[in-house]
């Protein structure tokens, strides 16, 4: 790591100078002053989690791979019979209905996360960044939501949208209206566990991105005030910019948890009947109604190759940051 | 902004009266945002104290005649809930403890000594954190199948429906974060401190004992709060890796439980307070910790 090497350079320079094979390479140096034990020590203390995390997480997530090019059933042993090549890809794409609803509906949970609840967190981090009375109080209930759990958070918001027995079906009751069946009707139950996922979170950003703006430096704020800037113009031209780094972070978590979206989808219905995602298909296909390995593999691959985007950006800002 | 009410200085009454009434809507509007946020748990909460009578005859969105603890009780043993929290606690507590002392030990290899693979190793964990966990399930399911797990640690012989299953699979991927977390930590602590103890002849390990970690208490303390969350929370990895209803951890358990008290939305309201509320006392008697565990995820040092 560059940082290491930099700061070791001057103060380890006569430490390291007494020591055979210490010329060796400066990039080795810190290595090199530990004693055998040492490295078999540390080669332990990284390795073995190491491998844990090749075994039960890459391990899987290259076997998925594998799974899709197979019509395999879980059941019997697997062997080069099983190979159908790209044949569940092309069911997938041309005769699974369910498929297209499902990246349909992620691109949508996505949609409404980013350009909705995100910058809903903005703006009330926006509003509690200065001094205010009850401020602390604000963030605390805008965060509570956050701290539940997406499950809790479903049965929640389904004893809201329940037609008989919930919050809003009643208040339009009160008013005459006649009740909305907010989570049988497949046109809409879509929208109704967004509202659900979106109020978790503008939390989530707003703690975020409060961090963030508590970061940026008072002087840029002084000289943008001083030229004349009011709050609006301010954060548009100056604090958002600055605040790239945790703008780049806010995107990549948005991305994620809409990739990721399932325990709302599940409670409801299991994810049907409109409320179909990646996530849900994969699982009702191979694990808990048929045995379509192959066949679900092939949508987490789908799954897998577009959270590889996000994963990519939020590495890249990761190595730049220790080259910086 | 505070900044331009100081520095510009000859502000009018007009725009001072303007800045006034700016305030009073800018708490109108949290007010009203603060009450919409909390309206779903308000009445999830009322929904639980009201009794299955009651609302049938009134309707829910009626004044009570009675407020009863009495779906409290009858959630926690109809649904014998007691021992999906015991499971509960037997995951999360060792899952927090050994998440932070792997990933801390990691992270010490990772920062504090240059080799050549070190980049690629904090990648491999902050990626494999990153993943959805559906995308790799269906091979994980059929490795917990198949691998065999010997006696005390499983009774089937498999990690499949075990609770060291479960632990693992919550250790594994939990330790991605925080080695993200602690490393970005680590990486602010002096490098001095290292050095001293290893030209006083300290082995690796105690230096990581007893120097790096008394120092890196603050972060971890942060992290051991938002561990508690996340694995108490999850309810992907229970739901699929374990199977038998009565194993499951308590957030796992509300699909089945859900399945149970489908008929009567009192006792699933209680339900779900009761679930909320362990998270809920840890975030207000910890926010502190909370936040700067996530912050400390999201912005350096």
Request: with cysteine; hydrophobic share 50%; glycine share 8%.
């Amino acid at each position: 790591m560059t940082q290491a090497r930099e700061d070791s350079a001057p103060d380890q320079a006569g430490l390291t100078a007494g020591r055979p094979g210490a010329v060796a390479s400066r990039r080795r140096r810190r290595y090199s002053l530990l004693t055998r034990r040492d490295k078999i020590m540390l080669s332990l203390m990284v390795g073995i989690p190491l491998f844990l995390d090749l075994v039960f997480i890459w391990g899987p997530a290259i076997a998925s791979i594998i799974f899709s090019f197979t019509n395999w059933n879980g059941i019997h042993g697997i062997s080069t019979n099983n190979w159908v090549g790209l044949g569940n890809y092309e069911k997938l794409w041309s005769s699974y209905a369910p498929f297209w609803e499902g990246v349909k509906h992620n691109i949508l949970w996505f949609a409404v996360l980013m350009f909705v609840a995100t910058p809903i967190g903005m703006f009330f981090a926006i509003l509690l960044d200065r001094e205010l009375r009850g401020a602390r109080f604000y963030q605390t209930v805008f965060y509570t939501p956050v701290v539940l759990s997406l499950a809790v958070v479903g049965l929640i918001w389904e004893l809201q949208y329940s037609q008989d027995n919930g919050l809003i079906d009643s208040v339009l009751r009160g008013f005459h209206i006649a009740p909305v069946d907010w989570l049988g009707d497949p046109n809409i139950n879509l929208w109704a566990a967004l509202v659900a996922a979106s109020w978790r979170h503008v939390g989530y950003i707003m703690v975020l991105y409060l961090a963030g703006l508590k970061s940026v430096d008072p002087s840029l704020r002084e000289a943008a005030a001083i030229d004349g800037a009011n709050g609006a113009q301010t954060y548009l031209h100056v604090v958002f910019w600055v605040m790239m780094p945790i703008n780049t972070v806010i995107v990549v978590v948005t991305s994620i948890e809409a990739l990721r979206a399932f325990d709302i989808a599940y409670i409801i219905n299991h994810g049907k009947n409109g409320l179909e995602l990646l996530s849900t298909l994969i699982t009702n296909n191979s694990i808990s109604e048929a045995n379509l390995i192959g066949f679900g593999s092939a949508i987490a691959v789908v799954l897998l190759t577009i959270s590889l985007v996000p994963i990519v950006i939020f590495l890249t800002r990761i190595t730049r940051e220790e080259r910086g | 902004m505070t900044a331009t009410t100081t520095i510009v200085p000859k502000a009018t009454a007009a725009t001072r009266k303007r800045r006034n009434w700016g305030r009073v809507g800018l708490h109108v509007f949290l007010a009203t945002m603060a009450v919409i946020w909390l309206m779903p748990i308000a009445w999830a909460v009322y929904t639980a104290f009201r009794t299955f009578g009651d609302t049938t005859l009134n309707g829910y969105f009626s004044l009570p005649s009675s407020l009863t603890l009495q779906n409290f009780f009858d959630a926690w043993t109809q649904g014998e809930l007691l021992r999906n929290y015991i499971q509960t606690l037997a995951i999360v507590v060792p899952g927090v403890a050994i998440t932070l002392l792997v990933a801390s030990m990691v992270a010490f290899g990772v920062v504090k000594f240059s080799w050549r693979f070190n980049i690629v190793v904090l990648m491999l964990f902050v990626a494999g954190n990153l993943l959805p966990q559906q995308a790799i399930i269906v091979p994980l399911y059929h490795l917990y199948l198949a691998l065999p797990v010997p006696a005390p640690l499983s009774d089937n012989g498999g990690l499949y429906d075990q609770i060291f299953g479960l632990l693992l699979i919550h250790v594994v991927f939990q330790t991605g974060f925080c080695v993200f977390v602690l490393s970005n930590y680590m990486k602010t602590l002096s490098k001095e401190l290292t050095e001293a103890g290893q030209v006083d002849g300290a082995s690796i390990f105690r230096i990581w004992w007893s120097i790096i970690l008394p120092l890196c208490r603050p972060a971890l303390a942060a992290l051991a709060t938002l561990e508690f969350t996340f694995i108490y929370n999850d309810f992907f990895w229970g739901l699929l890796l374990i199977k038998s209803g009565d194993r499951r951890p308590i957030t796992s358990a509300l699909n089945n439980l859900q399945g149970q008290f489908f008929t009567n939305y009192n006792l699933l309201a209680a339900c779900s307070v009761l679930v909320a509320i362990p998270t809920i006392v840890v975030y207000i008697l910890l926010q502190k910790q909370f936040i700067r565990g996530l912050t400390l995820g999201s912005t350096k040092g």
